[in-house]
């Protein structure tokens, strides 16, 4: 197992946690595109429990909120 995290690590440069963290950021970007949800109905799809964390993580890697994220695609 611990084989399996290192070379996850070496190839993504990232933790497991932040793995994820991204990938499910990257679900949220296009739902936002999408769908007609709500921001906090996204981050709990998402698996964010709950939407102030969402939106933390959302600016740290899009470099806007999800809300201004989604009125620059409208």
């Known amino acids: ?4 995290i290192r070379k996850r690590k070496a ?3 990232r933790t497991t946690s932040a793995f994820i963290r991204s990938q499910r950021l990257k679900l ?3 739902l936002l595109q999408k769908s007609d949800a709500t ?3 996204i981050a709990y799809l998402v698996g964010f429990n709950t ?3 969402f939106i933390k993580y959302f600016k740290e890697i899009y ?5 201004e ?6």
């Open 11 to 13: 190839i993504t440069n």
């Open 63 to 67: 470099h806007c909120t999800p809300n």
């Open 51 to 53: 939407s102030s964390y």
């Open 39 to 41: 921001i906090s109905e």
């Open 28 to 30: 949220a970007k296009e």
């Open 1 to 4: 197992m611990h084989n399996y």
């Open 69 to 74: 994220f989604q009125s620059k695609t409208l």
